[in-house]
């Protein structure tokens, strides 16, 4: 199946600073869906990419997916302390998502 | 629909024990999914429903964990003879079908303990 490895596994940042988050897949992606788990939550679905160099934004989120849909990226601009919690890039993989580690953020006010 | 609902939230068992939660999917949504998720790691697959029909199984899923969805509506998770591996947030998903850009919509887990 569908396999991606994220990075970082982990980051701090200072309350406004920005954060990225990177998706890298050895396939290439058919999709790419962006989850956010809140700490002692569940993950709740924030968006789908499908086509090739896609860009979406959300508010002071964007996503992009790479040309060649082998890659996938979050960019967090000016962070604030209800953007914590994990940030995990899922494939599909047959009939179901894929979900590694994600990524942690963590931020200081 | 306020989204999808899963009993109980939390379950502690003894180790031998058989448990079963229950998953209420989102009305419309034909699809139903499974997922086990250790603390640090991100949600593991078990199984995944369209409408009534179970159309896959993790093959990680040892026989002691069983699925059913007879109506294609809710659903259960069986697990019989329980172990303290299987400590774990047990989470639904459901989905309307590929087509559409919603997502999964998770509940929001049965937290098992095994002791």
């Known amino acids: 199946g569908q396999q991606v490895m994220q990075i970082p596994q982990y980051q701090h940042v200072q309350e406004g600073e920005d954060f990225t988050t990177y998706c890298n897949s050895s396939t290439t992606l058919s999709n790419i869906q962006w989850y956010k788990q809140r700490p002692g939550g569940h993950p709740v679905f924030l968006i789908q990419?499908?086509?090739?160099?896609e860009v979406k934004k959300q508010k002071r989120l964007t996503f992009q997916f790479g040309e060649a849909k082998k890659n996938s990226s979050l960019h967090i601009t000016a962070t604030q302390t209800t953007d914590v919690g994990t940030y995990f890039c899922?494939?599909?993989?047959?009939?179901?998502?894929?979900f590694g580690a994600g990524t942690i953020l963590r931020v200081k006010s | 629909d306020t989204g999808v609902s899963q009993n109980p939230r939390h379950k502690i068992t003894k180790r031998g024990q058989n448990v079963t939660f229950r998953c209420d999917p989102i009305s419309e949504h034909n699809r139903l999914y499974w997922y086990r998720q250790t603390l640090g790691q991100g949600p593991e697959f078990l199984t995944y429903?369209?409408?009534?029909?179970?159309?896959?199984k993790s093959r990680l899923l040892s026989d002691r964990f069983s699925a059913e969805r007879p109506k294609g509506s809710f659903s259960t998770l069986e697990i019989q003879r329980t172990e303290q591996g299987d400590s774990a947030m047990y989470l639904c998903?459901?989905?309307?079908?590929?087509?559409?850009?919603?997502?999964?919509?998770f509940g929001s887990g049965t937290r098992l303990t095994v002791v």
């Open positions: 429903f369209q409408n009534e029909a179970q159309l896959e």
């Open positions: 990419l499908v086509k090739s160099g």
């Open positions: 998903a459901s989905s309307l079908p590929d087509r559409t850009h919603y997502g999964y919509t």
């Open positions: 899922s494939p599909r993989g047959g009939n179901k998502l894929v």
